[in-house]
């Protein structure tokens, strides 16, 4: 069973906004920060934002502070990450990732699948 799965990604136009969803298992969800990073082809995997479980802390990646708010939704287990103003060089791949540390290095404990960002101009 896939512990993370994504979901909400797709074709967007320069300026647009998209919203992207993250399913966790309950047990995951409840004591994990939630992360979301991206990669776009032929580029290292980078990060984007984290929100602690705790507190609800939350940090941004500079390239998209600003444009870009993470959220949870614990009665849903499910983490989201709202992204407006959409460049093309947002276009990548959008993993969630949860892990025990609230970080923004990559090497969280889960990984989802991830789900395509395509931003045109």
């Known amino acids: 069973q896939v512990p993370l799965v994504e979901s909400g990604g797709g074709l967007v136009q320069a300026g647009g906004s998209l919203s992207l969803s993250c399913v966790a298992s309950?047990?995951?969800?409840?004591?994990?920060?939630m992360g979301w990073f991206r990669q776009a082809t032929g580029k290292e995997r980078e990060f984007v934002a984290a929100?602690?479980?705790?507190?609800?802390?939350?940090i941004y990646a500079d390239s998209v502070k600003g444009r870009a708010t993470i959220s949870r939704g614990n009665a849903k287990n499910t983490a989201y990450l709202q992204m407006n103003s959409l460049k093309p060089e947002d276009t990548a791949v959008y993993y969630c990732?949860?892990?025990?540390?609230?970080?923004?290095?990559?090497?969280?404990?889960?990984w989802g699948r991830g789900t395509q960002v395509t931003v045109s101009s």
């Open positions: 990732a949860a892990d025990p540390r609230f970080k923004t290095t990559t090497n969280y404990a889960y």
């Open positions: 309950a047990s995951i969800f409840s004591r994990y920060t």
């Open positions: 929100i602690s479980w705790d507190l609800g802390a939350t």
